[in-house]
């Protein structure tokens, strides 16, 4: 096994594998937040069973439902902009596919070791934004038209306090490169004590609360749904979609937030590392090798995790108005983390 | 002409996506609704974040999206659709002064080329395999260390330009 793990493979099979460890990484985080948690939780939560007939538990529901998406008829309102309105649930989705390629699942299980990683992964999550715009403006819709707008403009405030958050982060791990945020973790000790890391969610508590607040509205989950809001304006920017696109834009939204809680873990939660104290590593060429299968699983617990907690929130509480939405990220989130940043930095330079 | 530093792929993806460029900025300027000459801009700012990535410029690429692609643009695509952003062609896009632009932009073209001949010449870039230290570091060494003073005087003057945008737009 051993063997096989540290085997030198050519530069276009690694290529490969890590597109096709890409995919997984989008999908099968997807896949299992809408199982876990869309179909069973919330039922469970609203006293109902959920999904029970295809398969064990319903668990093959998710088949079905794709099955079912796949073969609807694929609708193009007349008026509208049809290449845009075409290609932008595909924007969407790429943006995902773009954030899932920072986020590293072990020593050597990283698809690119971006050295600007943290600030790469705030870059490229904006570009959703983007697909979101022109999907309600091409729907020629003027529900669609409000929901884009309103998405634009939440994302956009909402982008600061991430932006803000992470700095803290950064400051404290004083590197940008995510690999080595979550070496600077787990190699870390409080107060001279190494046996749990140093993971940042109890320095950076602030920082973390904020950051998950902030992904709660990038993802524009209940209580940030204003731009979906499907009791005035039907469903935004998704209005006009239908089979496979709105599929496309359905997988995006639990894709994206998967990768997110996985980027969280890797900011917060020490990511796909074990306290190094543990087997007496220091640096991350001393790990040993099988890492690179445990590390993935590690990230994924606590990736369910955290998306549990996204998930409880979306299921909980009632939707923002838009004005006390946009007061809350200015008024509170942003002058919030602007002090958690002084204060970090205060204390880095004192200790 | 085969020479050992010479990066065959770089060139050539260099060639594709200045191609890309300089179609979508053509494009910009030509096509009928604003919403995709909008769009074709993202396209031209997205190559330029490509083409910075190709000089292993990884930072400034990454900016380039963070600021041209999610941010400038956001706000353009926003600011035109909730104003006019009609589906469809529009016939009165083009001011009359267009002509003007020609030699303007034509004028920059010049500029900008003989600033970069002028200061870089021959220079060349060094390996990045050969790099010791992180760009970044490098990078935020000299902001924060030599051109610390303009690195303050342009916050200030963005902090003006931000108070006065608020006071311009405040009605009481």
Partial sequence: ?351 | MVAADLLVAQNIGFGIIALLMIVAALRVVTVKNVVHAALWLVIVLSGAAAQYLLLSAEFVAITQVLVYVGAVMVLFLFGTMLTRAKIGAEADLNNKNWGIAVPVSLLMFGVITWVLIDGFGDERLPNPDEQTQVPIQVLSDDIFGPYLLPFWALSFVLLVAVIGAIVLARKD
């Fill in chain 1, 1 to 351: 096994m051993n063997a096989l793990l540290a085997a030198d493979l050519p530069y276009w099979a690694q290529s490969l594998l890590r597109v096709l460890g890409g995919i997984v990484a989008v999908l099968l985080p997807a896949g299992t937040i809408v199982y876990v948690f869309l179909f069973k939780m919330m039922s469970f939560m609203q006293s109902r069973l959920g999904p029970m007939e295809a398969g064990p538990y319903g668990s093959l529901q998710l088949v079905a439902e794709v099955g079912k998406w796949l073969q609807k008829e694929d609708i193009t309102p007349e008026r509208a902009d049809r290449f845009i309105f075409k290609i932008a649930p595909l924007v969407v989705l790429a943006s995902t596919f773009l954030l899932v390629a920072v986020v590293p699942f072990g020593p050597d299980a990283w698809f690119t070791n971006f050295e600007a990683g943290v600030f790469y992964m705030l870059a490229v999550s904006s570009v959703s934004v983007l697909g979101i715009l022109i999907a309600g403006w091409a729907s020629a819709n003027k529900y669609s038209l409000l929901g884009g707008l309103r998405a634009a403009g939440q994302l956009i405030a909402y982008e600061l306090p991430m932006v803000l958050a992470v700095i803290g982060v950064i400051i404290q791990a004083g590197t940008m490169n995510l690999q080595q945020i979550v070496v600077a973790q787990n190699a870390g000790s409080i107060f001279g004590w190494d046996g749990l890391g140093n993971p940042y969610i109890l320095t950076q508590f602030v920082g973390f609360i904020i950051f998950m607040i902030a992904v709660q509205a990038e993802l524009t989950q209940t209580p940030f749904d204003m731009p979906i809001a499907e009791s005035e304006l039907v469903s935004g920017y998704m209005t006009e979609y239908s089979g496979f696109r709105f599929l496309t834009f359905f997988i995006a939204e639990f894709a994206t937030a998967g990768v997110f809680a996985l980027i969280a873990s890797v900011l917060f939660l020490g990511g796909w590392g074990i306290p190094f104290a543990w087997f007496d590593w220091s640096t991350i060429d001393s790990v040993d090798d099988w890492m690179n299968v445990v590390g993935p699983l590690i990230m994924v617990t606590k990736m369910m995790l955290l998306a549990f907690i996204i998930m409880w929130v979306r299921f909980s509480y009632p939707r923002f108005r838009e004005d006390q939405l946009q007061r809350f990220a200015w008024k509170a989130l942003v002058p919030i983390s602007l002090v958690n940043i002084m204060v970090t930095a205060i204390l880095k330079v004192a200790f």
